[in-house]
């Protein structure tokens, strides 16, 4: 299926090779909860979080005890698509007419490798400085504002250790799994105490920060990995929570099959996107919550700036010198004369479609994308969460750019 089926791109992807010396490795006990249960009660309010930071062929006989590195394990069915340099591109992306929602070919997990043991214990120094040594990795908490995390401790094949998730995380393998946060994105003290981790991993993209505090005191080790998302530091994140489980190397492989299939993906997008400097499509990402009235601009170091680069297009909120995430102004959506908008689903949904948008905020209708009513929505726990499924991701958004369905559909 070529550059569009996952399964294939990770066989080619995954060049490295690893062998993990076992007489290091050893079982930890599963710690008592009994901490946890004598740890107090926190009461706090209500807070919006608009924090948006928005990140192999084996050596034959190399194995860890019980785990053994895979390079095609468990493959999830995809969606049957002609490779991304078979599409017929738009021969004029600027000026296609029409809303499109943009679907990953498969969003299953392809672990690395498969239950592996964690090397522990084992110290880190997380992103904010705080040294941090983790005994037990039998119960684990993964949470942040995209899901990024939880997907990749699945991804290193730590799934069955994981006890609970965030909103964000629903892909099929974690969705059953007990939920800590409420009221959206807001951490349930009482609820992560429930699950009695033995690790937590987390950014700050949630909060209240209290409720992180109270784990500490508790004493369950929180690793805090960096917030920061982009298509350049997934690797990073994806090495910070694999070393912080004790699977370094299992990290190292994770990365790099990520960069690759990144690689191969931007690649196979520049075989469709319009090489001209006035040809390239001029893009902005917005961020809306209707029922909140929040409207936002995300431009340079938010994230969609690195994701609109890898699409072949112009980051035009960059462009006009939009930096990070900020409420949008009708003069600087104007300016930026975007032939394109990509949105969230729910977000898009939120205001009532594209015919609701252009009611709430009339300047989109001022803008080239507005008259074209041109578009592109995808998943909101998809779209910025950088990490195992970027490339997955860039394959959704390239075929709804240059060559979507008259039908609105991911062809």
């Known amino acids: 299926m070529g550059v569009g089926s996952r399964g294939t791109r990770r066989r080619a992807a995954i060049t490295s090779a690893i062998c993990i010396r076992t007489s290091a490795w050893a079982l930890v006990p599963v710690r008592s909860a009994g901490p946890l249960a004598r740890a107090r009660t926190l009461t706090f309010t209500r807070i919006t979080i ?29 969606l049957a698509r002609a490779a991304l340099t078979d599409l017929d591109p738009l021969v004029a992306p600027k000026t296609y007419e029409g809303p499109t929602t943009a679907v990953m070919a498969s969003a299953g997990i392809v672990p690395v490798a498969t239950d592996p043991t964690p090397v522990l ?12 040594t983790v005994h037990d990795a039998s119960r684990i908490l993964a949470l942040d504002l995209y899901g990024s995390t939880s997907r990749i401790v699945f991804e290193l094949g730590l799934g069955a250790r994981v006890v609970g998730r965030d909103t964000s995380s629903a892909f099929a393998e974690i969705a059953d799994l007990p939920l800590v946060t409420e009221n959206g994105h807001e951490l349930s003290a009482e609820a992560i105490l429930e699950l009695a981790p033995s690790v937590i991993v987390t950014d700050t993209s949630l909060g209240p920060w209290d409720a992180i505090l109270q784990m500490r005191d508790a004493g369950i080790p929180v690793v805090v990995v960096d917030a920061h998302r982009d298509i350049e530091s997934a690797a990073t994140l994806i090495q910070q929570v694999a070393d912080a489980l004790g699977v370094p190397a299992e990290g190292q492989v994770l990365a ?4 690759d299939e990144v690689a191969a993906t931007t690649t196979a997008i520049a075989s469709l996107a319009p090489t001209e400097p006035d040809l390239k499509l001029r893009i902005v990402f917005l961020y809306v919550r209707g029922q909140a009235g929040v409207y936002y601009m995300f431009g340079k170091n938010s994230g969609a700036d690195s994701l609109i680069a890898a699409l072949g297009g112009v980051d035009v909120a960059s462009e006009i010198g939009w930096e990070g995430m900020r409420p949008v102004t009708d003069e600087g959506l104007v300016a930026a004369e975007p032939d394109l908008l990509l949105m969230m ?67």
């Open 256 to 259: 790099q099959r990520t960069a």
């Open 50 to 78: 608009l924090a948006l930071a928005i990140a192999v062929a084996l050596v034959s006989g190399c194995a860890t005890p019980g785990a053994d590195l895979v390079a095609d394990a468990g493959q999830a069915p995809a």
């Open 121 to 132: 214990p084992t110290t880190v120094t997380d992103s904010q400085g705080t040294e941090v």
């Open 345 to 411: 689903t729910e977000g898009l949904a939120s205001v009532g479609g594209v015919d609701g948008l252009l009611e709430r905020l009339p300047a989109v209708a001022q803008t080239p994308a507005g008259q074209r009513r041109r578009i592109v929505d995808m998943d909101d726990r998809e779209v910025l969460a950088f990490g195992p499924i970027t490339a997955d991701v860039l394959d959704a958004l390239a075929r709804a750019i240059y060559a979507p369905d008259p039908s609105g559909d991911t062809p």
